[in-house]
């Protein structure tokens, strides 16, 4: 017995909100009906000045193979990244999350897509991701119902802003 398909809704730490961005069809060519969220080679493949013309229209999705490195270069004209979770075991686009947010200085949004399930939220928004893309009924129920896990201590650094510090002098508090 199959499951019957389950809506997406996007999600952000004040509840369920609109998405304006849209998948455009494979041969579609720029301008875009609606803000464009582009695979990387599609968006590699855009001349340089449509790209400069459409920046605050175009985003680009990663899945975990491609190298981040191939858009350090666009990060100051993409307003979102989509990072893809094809499978939840995958975690290479936490550490992509991570690298935007530390390493590059990407303030824009960083969105999770595919996979996203309700016990990843909380790391998710540690390692950098302002959206997630969900479509799992487990965390839809518990997002609507503003039950999202989470702990409230952490031990490791993150790129997220850190809570009040703890009275325990070992524990490491990301450099201000």
């Known amino acids: 017995m199959t499951e019957?398909?389950?809506?997406?809704r996007l999600w952000r730490p004040g509840g369920f909100c609109a998405d304006p961005w849209r998948r455009p069809a494979p041969d579609a060519a720029p301008p875009f009906a609606a803000p464009a969220l582009l695979g990387l080679d599609a968006y590699l493949a855009l001349d340089a000045a449509t790209r400069a013309a459409h920046a605050d229209a175009l985003?680009?999705?990663l899945l975990p193979g491609e190298p981040l490195e191939a858009i350090v270069p666009h990060?100051?004209?993409l307003p979102m990244v989509a990072l893809a979770f094809p499978?939840?075991?995958d975690g290479r686009s936490y550490s992509k999350a991570a690298l935007l947010r530390s390493r590059h200085g990407y303030g824009g949004e960083i969105r999770a897509t595919g996979e996203v399930l309700i016990d990843q939220v909380a790391h998710m928004l540690r390692c950098g991701f302002t959206t997630l893309s969900v479509s799992h009924p487990v965390a839809l129920a518990r997002?609507?119902?503003g039950t999202a896990p989470g702990l409230p201590g952490h031990y490791q650094p993150s790129p997220a802003a850190a809570g009040r510090a703890g009275r325990y002098a070992w524990r490491r508090l990301p450099a201000a």
């Not at 019957?4 to 997406?8: F, K, L, M, V």
Request: cysteine-free; proline content about 6%.
């Open 4 to 8: 019957p398909a389950s809506e997406t």
């Open 59 to 61: 985003a680009v999705e």
């Open 75 to 77: 990060l100051d004209r």
């Open 87 to 89: 499978g939840f075991a």
């Open 143 to 145: 997002l609507a119902a």
